[in-house]
């Protein structure tokens, strides 16, 4: 069960008490409206500030400051949720129970947490231009490598044409022009924005007690001054690029990505049946899509569907041969209106069942994926805890399913090719 806290204005506490771990985890997300003057920024700024602190100024003193912490870990974290563009840091750490006697952990790893978010290092009063731009050049290596991985590459190609008019489309580490126009003294100056303005989520798995852990924050945040401006609300997708695009580079494997819009999103009620549709559809090895288009036609080399719930966007994604293009394309389609019909089999539909329910089931095995679950539902607006999903899993009908489909409408089509 959560407990929440509101530690100061815009400063929102969520705790997972559990005591089946030896572990716990903790993380502090500052939360943005995701806007492109911004996205490299909030992408870089953790790095940055996980190089070093006052009292641990480099990597090898802030090993050594894990370390006497049996081993606890900090990483960064930058993730898209909708319309919001999350940054900050997260940590792991062995339970107080577990430590040797008279040792404590949490305090001194929350405090250490502190130290790295709230007193980097600095030179001539702004960033480590050192620390910059090797974190700039880490960045670019990761946006770079997104173009090499030429699925990830197409399908954020189509983000930007379909969501051309809609923050969604922005990339989640930015541009890398955009990194390297980034400069210490701006990036300082963006730091303190984001500190005193942003909406701050933090979230606890462990043993310690909520009123614990809130009381911590109280101090931690205390000395920071804040001019909290509230987050707008989540929106569905804004219309675009509607079309069909064509891109042709060095590739031996066609990328065809087909984006279909739907005015249910995760804060709609039939949220659910979108996601059980999503999984029949072609979400996985028994979907229609792998089963038909895959093993029954061999038209594809690999295919699947993804529904991002929090913009209201399924997206079809399949690796083909140049000339299967309109065949590829005709068959998505025709299986979509099998699901508008409710031509869908008892089996089609348990299977999918099955495979959603499976996923749910393990989002308590670890602290780290109970963060991810409700650290995401928190700002996405997801209502259902996994228990509650589940249930409402189990009692999707195929007419809720072909309801779903039918509003689903094709959007953007976007084809990566070579040269013929």
């Known amino acids: 069960m959560i407990e929440t806290f509101e530690i100061y204005p815009g400063v929102m506490l969520r705790c997972f008490p559990d005591t089946r771990f030896k572990q716990g985890c903790l993380s502090i997300q500052f939360v943005r409206p995701m806007c492109r003057e911004e996205a490299a920024m909030n992408a870089l700024l953790p790095a940055v500030l996980l190089r070093g602190c006052q009292s641990s100024p480099d990597l090898r003193s802030i090993t050594q400051r894990l370390d006497d912490l049996y081993g606890a870990a900090v990483g960064t974290m930058v993730r898209r949720i909708g319309d919001y563009h999350s940054t900050g840091l997260s940590c792991s750490f062995i339970d107080d129970a577990y430590a040797l006697a008279g040792d404590r952990i949490l305090e001194p790893m929350l405090q250490f947490l502190g130290e790295l978010l709230f007193s980097p290092v600095l030179e001539d009063g702004v960033f480590c231009r050192r620390y910059v731009e090797s974190e700039k050049k880490n960045l670019i290596a990761a946006i770079e490598s997104q173009r090499n991985d030429k699925r990830a590459y197409a399908s954020s190609q189509m983000y930007k044409k379909m969501c051309s008019a809609d923050s969604f489309g922005i990339p989640r580490l930015g541009e890398k022009e955009q990194v390297e126009a980034i400069t210490p003294d701006a990036l300082y100056r963006h730091y303190g924005k984001l500190l005193s303005q942003s909406r701050v989520e933090i979230f606890y798995v462990g043993t310690a007690q909520p009123p614990l852990i809130a009381r911590l924050m109280e101090k931690l945040f205390g000395g920071i001054d804040r001019n909290y401006v509230n987050l707008p609300v989540q929106t569905g997708f804004r219309d675009g690029g509607k079309g069909e695009y064509t891109e042709v580079l060095d590739v031996a494997q066609g990328k065809l990505c087909m984006g279909f819009v739907t005015p249910i999103t995760t804060r709609d009620a039939d949220f659910v049946t979108m996601q059980v549709l999503n999984t029949v559809y072609g979400a996985g090895m028994t979907s229609k899509l792998f089963m038909q288009v895959r093993e029954a036609q061999s038209l594809c080399y690999d295919i699947g569907s993804g529904y991002q719930g929090s913009k209201g966007i399924l997206s079809v994604f399949a690796g083909i041969d140049f000339g299967e293009e309109e065949r590829v394309k005709g068959e998505v389609l025709r299986l979509l ?82 040269e013929c």
């Open 337 to 418: 209106e099998e699901c508008q019909a409710g031509n869908i089999t008892d089996e089609e539909l348990t299977a999918a069942k099955q495979a959603l329910i499976s996923q749910l089931q393990g989002t308590h095995d670890s602290p780290g994926s109970i963060e991810s679950y409700y650290a995401s539902a928190a700002l996405s607006g997801l209502r259902h805890t996994p228990e509650s999903y589940i249930r409402a899993v189990e009692e999707v009908t195929v007419s809720d399913v072909a309801r779903a489909a039918q509003s689903l409408q094709l959007h953007t089509v976007y084809f990566l090719r070579g």
